[in-house]
């Protein structure tokens, strides 16, 4: 955690002494001691994490002392150390924002061990959280969500900036592959909801037979199996962001369940008695045309005008020009750099190559064909020949929702053993399984 600054304000040099005999133990924290409440403030430019204050002080109280620290704004926490045992002092002063009120007594300077301590415990804690806050602000920047310069790029994120300006409802289109998960996922972290839950809902991925119980959760005994209650992802979510990946997918049934939801914003867990209120921003997605799943009778039209909010489709990879080969040499260098290797450059060919194919796998198609294309090639050039488009049509590509979960998992297997030039240790690593399972799901694919 590294040193921990510590300002020891107390008149009596013997007490003073030991207090600080006692901080010093621990050789991360810097202690310094102060007599009276003026040296103290005069020395807050060093920013300590922490000032003990002895309540009687030659020059001031330590109330006053503790006010004017409150109105510097620039000292760390306050600990109280006081001969007084008035409870309502205490009170009062731990009302107004002190950390800790300690008697003056024979277990003073172990209670003031401990909670310098909680205290550190608590800054490093808050601390971490801002930087991975702060780290996830920066993951989700639109720029890094969306690499490109192209004109239906900047168009998107011109839209995105204005969803993420209200708590509207949007509803995000586009093709397999165009990244509309992290889309949601941008808007959500430049939300006033971004220090909320984002929770995540592919429809298509789950059994049509858990979905109610998924989404509104259930109560204890609603039915066979149903030990204990459970709270729905909706519930989940409250106060963030839910975000409804492949809506179309949803039967239509579950779609007036939905439809309820969004109206009176509230649940009722499945064999409840009582409506639990929600506040919630949802974000759907689909790569369907869900104007014309409701003119087949598939998708209600009042859930699909109530969902329809703030519209933002994606433009398809082959509609974005240099984007692509923008797209091409950032995935080169970060998959070049996870494997320690120099930076690699395209060739003339390769990049007239990568603009003629119409990429109907869009984005995630392009970075497998990157990383592929990255280990084929023998120095640091990429040429067309390390290019090797997946032999499949679009038709087949655009029916990859259709899939079952097991063939999504094989899917993956295969394009990790791709990645890692079919070395089964390595894609066991990478995946987080064992190398059996690995062989077994070479088998299942015949390779």
């Known amino acids: 955690m590294g040193q921990f600054t510590i300002f020891l304000v107390e008149d009596d040099p013997l007490y003073s002494e030991f207090l600080y005999y006692h901080l010093t133990l621990n050789p991360d924290f810097q202690v310094e001691s102060f007599s009276n409440g003026t040296d103290c403030l005069n020395n807050l430019y060093k920013n300590p994490d922490i000032i003990t204050i002895d309540y009687n002080l030659p020059d001031m109280s330590g109330r006053e002392l503790f006010e004017k620290l409150i109105a510097s704004g620039q000292g760390g926490a306050v600990i109280i150390i006081s001969g007084q045992k008035d409870i309502n002092t205490a009170i009062e002063l731990l009302k107004d924002g002190a950390y800790d009120y300690i008697v003056k007594d024979e277990n003073t300077a172990d209670r003031l061990w401990h909670s310098v301590i909680l205290l550190r415990q608590n800054l490093f804690l808050r601390e971490e959280n801002n930087r991975l806050r702060k780290e996830v602000e920066r993951k989700y920047d639109f720029s890094n969500v969306i690499l490109g310069s192209s004109g239906r790029v900047k168009e998107t994120f011109s839209l995105m900036e204005k969803a993420a300006g209200s708590n ?4 995000i289109t586009g093709e397999t592959g165009t990244g509309k998960e992290l889309v949601a996922k941008a808007i959500h972290y430049h939300s006033n909801r971004k220090n909320n839950p984002f929770v995540a809902v592919n429809m298509g ?3 049509k037979e858990l979905i109610e119980s998924e989404l509104f959760g259930y109560e204890k005994g609603a039915f066979t199996g149903a030990s204990e209650r459970k709270s729905g992802l909706f519930e989940e979510a409250d106060t963030g962001t839910i975000f409804l990946d492949e809506i179309a997918d949803m039967e239509l049934h579950m779609q007036t369940r939905l439809l309820r939801v969004l109206q009176e914003r509230e649940v009722r867990r499945l064999g409840g008695k009582k409506d639990i209120k929600i506040d919630v921003r949802v974000i759907t997605a689909t790569n369907k045309d869900l104007s014309d799943e409701v003119k087949k009778g598939l998708f209600r039209s009042d859930l699909f005008y109530r969902i329809m909010g703030f519209p933002i489709h994606l433009a398809p990879l082959r509609e974005r020009g240099n984007d692509i080969i923008l797209l091409s040499k950032h995935f080169a260098d970060t998959f070049r750099q996870e494997n320690q290797k120099t930076k690699a450059v395209f060739t003339e060919a390769a990049v007239k190559k990568l603009l003629s194919y119409p990429w109907p796998g869009n984005i995630r198609e392009l970075k497998t064909t990157i990383e592929l ?32 979960l097991n063939d ?9 053993l791709i990645r890692y030039n079919f070395n089964p240790t390595i894609a066991a690593k990478k995946l987080g399984i064992s190398r059996a399972t690995v062989y077994r799901y070479i088998k299942d694919l015949n390779l």
């Open 168 to 171: 509207i409802t949007v509803s």
């Open 205 to 207: 991925a789950i059994p």
């Open 373 to 404: 294309a990255t280990i084929l090639c023998d120095d640091d050039k990429i040429d067309a020949a390390h290019i090797n488009f997946r032999p499949v049509s679009s038709a087949e590509i655009m029916k990859t929702d259709e899939m079952t």
């Open 408 to 416: 999504r998992i094989l899917e993956y297997v295969r394009e990790c």
